[in-house]
């Protein structure tokens, strides 16, 4: 990595807005925590407003922007393929908004790098999708961003179906199916469901609370803590 480019990653992740130490961001630059702070000296001479202090971490003044940088080929590449992703096994409003994302980043980028991204070297085909992959997406992020309880119809691999209600915690892609990971109110535990077998999905109206032992990050330590066998995709 150029230093130029070292030093801009340094200022991206103290913005960030959380006091990072040097040896934090030494690993992330695998670099030596020495070179952290020499970089940090460098950036607060030519005026950057760093505040912070070796042994104890640092942060960016609140209210700094950092601005923006351009691009190399393989972040381009890198965004192209991610967005090619969402649109092909995302749900229509995150997909649109993926191709809003590269309009944007596009219309920025000088003449000699407009149109890098969309070379199509890299792809990721929809055709062989089977309907139903992102069954009820949409909603099921309104009902985890806002924290909505959900009444979900679901169908189990036997065919008979269920009627759960859930507090929607989030989702994950497994390659060819999303689950939702939820805190089944039923089962009073972590559950997961695939989208393809939600046959309707109702969000009521209450909300569920942010509770410690109940939210997502507890789905995952759990997942990790059992062999990840709540975090599977169920059959």
Known sequence: MRRADRLYQIMLM????????????????SVSERTVYRDIADLVATGAPIDGEPGVGYRLRAGYKVPPLMFDGDELQALALGAAMVRAWADVELAQAAGRVLGKVDAALPDRLKGRWDRETLVAPDFFISPGTANGMAELRKAIDERWLARLVYEREGGDTSLRTVRSLGLAFWGTKWTLAAWCELRQAFRSFRLDRIRSIELLSCRFPDEPGRRFKDYVAHARASGAAVIRPPR
């Open 14 to 29: 103290l913005g960030r807005g959380r006091v990072l130490t040097a040896h934090r961001m030494a690993g992330e630059l």
